[in-house]
């Protein structure tokens, strides 16, 4: 048992990302490695510090359904309904936080017609650009294209 308490384990591979697993039955839908993961996660980290934008120290990504996707969107959105992933900044020694529904994921991919390992690499992308505190617009598109940029030439696929 973790910090997180019972039903999360968690994957340790750079000091600066974790990763929590919150249901289990739920892993098949993950398209990468939980270490390759921490390992993409800590490119984008070092992609944001390239390019001179702020960001949180240590990141922890929490791997959920749309259960819980939607209660989190709901609680601190204030919008109906799973989404994809949902960021939070950290600051004040706390860890940047991103939630990505598997569910979600699965489902887009299907409907969009992408490969897993790109969409979830994208998502994260846009996640990271959320936890550097841009907005939707061109700069957070160009921060975005960078991180996903370091996460392929890292990557196997």
């Known amino acids: ?14 000091s600066n990302v974790c990763i929590l697993g919150h249901y289990a039955a739920h892993a098949w839908l993950l398209p990468l490695g939980r270490r390759e993961l921490t390992f993409l996660l800590g490119s984008m980290l070092r992609a944001l510090a390239e390019n001179g ?4 120290e240590r990141i922890e990504l929490h791997l959920l359904n749309d259960a819980a996707m939607s209660a989190a969107n ?16 950290g600051g004040e020694g706390l860890p940047g ?9 699965a489902r887009e991919c299907l409907l969009y017609g992408q490969e897993p390992t790109e969409h979830v690499l994208r998502l994260l992308a846009h996640g990271m650009g959320h936890l550097a505190g841009l907005d939707h617009g061109p700069a957070m598109d160009r ?15």
């Open 1 to 14: 048992m973790n910090r997180r308490g019972a039903g999360a384990d968690a994957v340790h591979g750079e």
């Open 53 to 56: 934008v702020p960001a949180p």
């Open 74 to 89: 709901l609680r601190f959105m204030g919008c109906m309904g799973p989404t994809n992933v949902l960021s939070f900044p």
């Open 97 to 105: 936080i991103l939630l990505l529904s598997l569910d979600t994921l």
């Open 143 to 157: 921060l975005c294209a960078a991180c996903f940029a370091a996460a392929r030439l890292v990557s196997a696929f």
